[in-house]
Structure formats: C-alpha cells, structure tokens
C-alpha cells in the first residue's frame, strides 16, 4: 500500500505480488520496487498511479534504490544493479536471495551481507569489490545501513539482539582521493562488552 500526503484516506494498492517482504521507494517519490521473500519476480511500480513499470525475473529479493534513483539493487541472485530506465543489469556480486544490503549516501558504493563472514562493499559504477569487512555475527545480518555522512556502517543482527558498526573513514578518504584505485581494509571500532561473546563493533542492544 502507498499513501500519498495529500491524500491519505485514499491508499494505493500494488498488486498483484504476493509475499512481499522488502520495499524501496525511488527518492523522487516516484517509483516504487518491491521484492517477495517466495516469489519468482521483482516488480516496479508507478507510485503515483500504482501501475506496473517493469519486471524483473528474479526469485526472492530483497530491494533497494541508488541516491538519485536511476539505479536498483537486488538480491535475488546474489547481488545484482539494474537499471530502472531500461532494466538492463549493469553487474553482479556475491550474497544470497534475502542478504542485507544498502547504498551509500553519495551513491558510491553498495553493500551486501555476502553470507561468508564477510560484508561486501562494490565500487557501484562498476561492480568492483573496495573493502572487505568481517562479520561477527553467525549467521546473516537482519539489515545493513549506511550513516547518513557515510563514515560507518551499521547491521542489526537477525535475532535483533545485536547492532554492528564498522568505521568507513580511511576508506571513504581513499575514494576522494584516489576514485577506489585498490581494496581496501577497514579498520576496527573499539569493541564493547556483549552478552554473547566480543567481536568488532558489537553492541548489545537495550
């Protein structure tokens, strides 16, 4: 359902896709995407009038638009960029059907969960991997999100005991001055005490 301001007793319905568990709206307001967790299809749709743009044949997805709209992460399989004006796929990389993943602020840089120990950022423009950050907790991460100045990364555990933070800085200063010329490894944020052990950035949560 989307519910438009001015007219908030008046929802849209996207329909149909059944079993839809992940949302993007575009930042212009304009589009909206939506992934099923059992489905065979990713589906954009026109906000304002809630008809279908475009297929993409993918099975379960989870979804997220670039900063400027123009470009579309999915999941289903593995991690994948699309373009919305013509649904062309731009690259792929690595992760699973529902991993956590999230663009940066700037629209530089993607981030996917990829389900080994490892989070994964992806120079966006061509799908090269910059950084490796390692994941201390077992199993997936529930939801990755940059801060809004793109300085760290955060994730929420699935069982949403945990939240996970990684300090982007000496990478985010390589981008400005070198356009991600070469990998990079992110350094560690002081550990705090959790009820589960200790790992990097881990922070129980209240």
């Known amino acids: 359902m ?9 929802p849209l319905a996207l329909s149909p896709h059944d079993d839809v568990r992940s949302i993007a709206l575009s930042p212009d307001g304009k589009l909206v995407a939506t992934g099923a967790q059992h489905g065979k299809l990713v589906r954009i749709w026109n906000a304002d009038s809630g ?4 297929d993409l044949d993918l099975g379960s997805s ?13 999941t289903g399989n593995g991690l994948e960029l699309w373009s919305v004006d013509d649904g062309r796929k731009l690259w792929k990389g690595a992760g699973e059907s529902l991993s956590a993943l999230a663009f940066s602020p700037d629209g530089r840089l993607a981030a996917v969960d990829a389900g080994t120990g490892q989070i994964l950022l992806y120079a966006a423009d061509d799908g090269r991997i910059v950084a490796r950050l390692a994941d201390p907790y077992p199993t997936a991460l529930h939801v990755i999100a940059f801060a809004p ?8 555990s699935r069982d949403l005991f945990q939240v996970f933070a990684w300090n ?3 990478l985010m200063r390589n981008l400005s001055k070198s ?3 070469a990998e990079m490894a992110i350094p560690r944020l002081a550990e705090a005490p959790a009820a589960a052990g ?7 949560a209240p």
């Open 2 to 10: 989307i519910f438009h301001r001015d007219r908030p007793n008046a």
């Open 62 to 74: 989870r979804v997220a638009f670039s900063p400027d709209g123009r470009r579309l992460l999915t």
């Open 179 to 181: 356009g991600l010329d």
């Open 198 to 204: 200790r790992a990097d950035a881990r922070y129980p």
């Open 149 to 156: 100045d793109g300085q760290s990364l955060v994730g929420i």
């Open 168 to 170: 982007l800085e000496s």
């Open 51 to 54: 008809s279908l743009v475009r």
